[in-house]
């Protein structure tokens, strides 16, 4: 394959990470569930105020998909350029100026940004990078518990929060995260969220088209290897791929691992367990093994076994695997950089294009876009690109609104990728289809780029 083109035609493996990628989830309704979710947890155990879902509605508009970080060390969001310059900071209530950032943040310089472009994308006690559909609906219960726990500070010692309650803030948003996503929870029936999925799967999940199923299909027939890869344990990934394929979904790949830890996954060596498919629900046996089977179901494993078994399947000593997926931590990073795997970034707002698969509905836009935080792709104070575009751009093949999309052009389209970019300019190249609208992107510099 050119480095400056990638083709699915010139793939011997192509994978799939499940969540957000191979099925697409309703956003806002997710957005719904999740935080009211979280709100009872919060309320009932927690010790919450009963007029806290009030709260948590009133930080709606900062909710934004464009890779913004939580820095738990302030209490805050911010918006970093590929520098290391904080162009925007909100903490409490609202948005800070220059000089307040300069405050907290000498020169307004995020200590972090070497570290982070190294990969390491979320620190303990120091910051949390949002970058994926499920943090980005859960911005606003975080943003809501940091405030409570601010003011409830401030009220019971008339002193200014600290980096103590920062964290502890953060420590409880963990925790409820915890109880709602916990494996064990859905079996035990335990989550509100895994709850409405088992009664409601179609308010959330959206089905599959038939495009995609005979795109697989033809990618098959045509003896590439088909993998679907996910972190979901194997009983909800069962759940939401019967519901956005069918019962028999299973027949359509090559080899599944759910329970896969990524990114741990492509950096540990722990063995694969074996999925008991006749268990209800499914399971993951005690049976470990380092040999893979075509055809079948495993958790957990490693991507060196993988990545062996691939090459013996396919009886190539190098071949070329794509992998899809939404989480830049655990899809896009590791793998390109570990493995070279062609990574296909799948960045729903991409969706604002008319000419992408699912044009965003107004409810959606009001999820991944903000006003007040500008341009996701750019930072207008600096005229340079956000950090989020840089890990974008440098660790990504292409960049894609869905796999439908793909799935549209057929097997044989070759779509210019961000290699062929000048990283110091900014690589609009690879995103397909391109930023057209001034929420991603300045529209005067998408004009300069198409120019050049």
Known sequence: MSLKQFNVSDCDAVGFDMDQTMCRYNVPKMEDILSSSMIKVLIQHMGYPKEFSNNVASFKNIMCAGGLICDIPSGSFVKIDIEGKIEKMFHHKGFLSAAEIEEIYPDSLWP??????????????????MEDNFSVVLMTVLAAIFSHEIDQHTLSTGKKADIAVYRRAFLTFNDVVGILWDPETYVEGTSAFFEYMKREPGQILCPVSDTVKDWLVKLRSQGKFVFLMTSSHCDYTNLVMSHCFSPKWTECFDLIISTARKPKFYTERMDFSVV???????????????TLKRGHWYTEGNGEILNKFIREVLKKDDPVVAYFGDSLKSDIFSPKLLYNWDTVYIMDSLRSSENSAYPLSKAEESIFFSNEWGPILFCQSTNKMSLYSHIITSKSSIAIPSVEYMARTGLNHSFSSFAQADHRSYPVTGFHPQPNTSLLLLKDLVKLARKA
């Open 276 to 290: 008991d498919t006749e268990a209800v629900p499914v399971c993951s046996t005690s049976e470990t093994t380092q």
């Open 112 to 129: 972090h940004v070497d570290k982070f472009k190294k990969g390491v994308f979320s620190f303990a006690g120091q910051y949390w990078f």
